[in-house]
């Protein structure tokens, strides 16, 4: 069935430093990327999302990247800030599929 | 505008009792989704509605669960005969679009099952 692989698990940067997370789906009709934001107790808020007709897109900080050929995408934030420390879901959906296949989370810690 | 609305954001039900949730879209959404989310896991899709109708619910248990989005009020999920395993966070999420695509996500509903 569809899934959506997510790493690292946990990731503990310094302030300042760069986070990259990387996830691989297995459905090859997904068109559709996005990641969202968890803080501890809330919401998921969408920070970025990228179709399959580019291979990155950036906001800011955060940049995401996509390879279709290898079914990856990638999340990068850059000059992280304690306020960046949360956990971080990618997911894939779009094409023939009406809903979205997250990821197992990667929580980020960003030491000042 | 008001971004997705769920009530009650906490819900203490006993083994047996039935669970009422309810999610109101943002203004302009016509497509609901949700998504059951057990303690430090991901999001679990459940199903997808449009008005008064069920698109996809795959991701639904078959008993004991139901969801509907009428016409006219929230989208609600309903939840019989609830079981400690039932317990977790529940959020809805609306979109303007099909597919997936541009979902935001209300404040969850926590649920307790004692």
């Known amino acids: 069935g569809e899934n959506v692989e997510q790493h690292p698990s946990t990731l503990s940067v310094q302030e300042g430093d760069s986070a990259v997370i990387k996830c691989t789906y297995s459905?090859?009709?997904?068109?559709?990327f996005p990641w969202y934001k968890q803080e501890l107790g809330k919401r998921p808020q969408l920070i970025i999302d990228i179709r399959s007709n580019v291979g990155e897109k950036k906001d800011q900080r955060i940049a995401v990247t996509l390879n279709k050929t290898a079914k990856h995408f990638s999340l990068h934030i850059t000059e992280t800030q304690p306020e960046d420390s949360a956990v971080y879901f990618c997911a894939a959906g779009g094409g023939a599929t009406n809903k979205l296949i997250f990821g197992t989370g990667t929580l980020l810690a960003v030491q000042p | 505008n008001a971004g997705v609305m769920q009530n009650p954001r906490h819900l203490v039900r006993r083994r047996g009792q039935e669970a009422r949730l309810r999610c109101s879209p943002m203004k302009g959404h016509s497509h609901v989704y949700w998504y059951r989310q057990l303690p430090e896991e991901g999001l679990k899709f459940m199903v997808y509605l449009q008005k008064e109708n069920i698109i996809d619910e795959s991701g639904m248990p078959k008993e004991r669960f139901s969801a509907e989005f009428p016409k006219e009020g929230p989208s609600i999920l309903r939840i019989q005969q609830v079981v400690r395993g039932d317990s977790a966070a529940y959020f809805c999420a609306s979109s303007p679009l099909e597919r997936g695509f541009g979902q935001f996500f209300g404040p969850g509903t926590r649920l307790t099952v004692l």
């Open positions: 459905d090859s009709a997904s068109n559709y």
